[in-house]
């Protein structure tokens, strides 16, 4: 039985069972996050979540499947309101930040996956995510460069690296200090910095 609480269709409960999952992961190490720490975050049994999820693995291919249908879309929707493609990479940029920010269990997730041995589905999934944040990123910069936007001898391939890292360095540093909030105000400081690395005065 549920303690206290009413059974929810699979659809809602794997959703807040998700949610919990990313708010443990903001406070403590996700290979510390235990099945039983996820039913007692949602008051629930353990028995409760398996009825949702068959395993844990489970749980973080769910978890990654939110990454996935949240962060990308709003990255894609900020380059889409861009009036420009240097405009663009500034919104994805600070999208990306804002995510984190709002989502600190998030990057400590994907760190944890990367890190591990061998080539789980949830390792897959995680670089499924990141092979499509680099796509949509080569293409702005691509576009970019035939605009003139860019250095015309720009290597489009190290720029998105450099992209990727500098909002990879931007998190690793919050982590650090365990301000994640100031984020966004590094993020406004650093991409500057970063377009007059790719050719762009900002």
Do not use: C
Request: hydrophobic letters at 50%.
């Amino acid at each position: 039985m549920e303690p206290l609480r009413s059974r929810l269709p699979t659809g809602e409960r794997q959703a807040e069972t998700v949610q919990a999952v990313v708010r443990l992961a903001a406070r403590r190490s996700p290979s510390d996050i235990t099945t039983a720490d996820i039913a007692a975050a949602m008051a629930l049994t353990q028995g409760a979540v398996f009825r949702h999820f068959p395993t844990k693995e489970a749980i973080w291919l769910a978890v990654m499947d939110w990454v996935e249908d949240t962060l990308l879309p709003a990255l894609r929707q900020a380059a889409h309101a861009a009036p420009e493609r240097r405009a663009a990479l500034q919104a994805v940029f600070l999208a990306h930040v804002d995510f984190v920010v709002a989502h600190p269990g998030v990057p400590r997730l994907i760190f944890h996956e990367l890190q591990q041995a061998g080539d789980s589905p949830v390792k897959q999934r995680v670089r499924g995510i990141l092979q499509a944040y680099r796509t949509l990123l080569v293409g702005l910069l691509q576009s970019a460069a035939v605009r003139g936007e860019v250095a015309n001898d720009l290597d489009i391939a190290a720029a998105a690296t450099l992209f990727i890292g500098s909002i990879q360095g931007l998190v690793m540093q919050s982590m650090l200090s365990g301000d994640t909030a100031a984020m966004a105000g590094e993020a406004r400081r650093a991409f500057p910095i970063y377009l007059r690395g790719i050719g762009v005065e900002a």
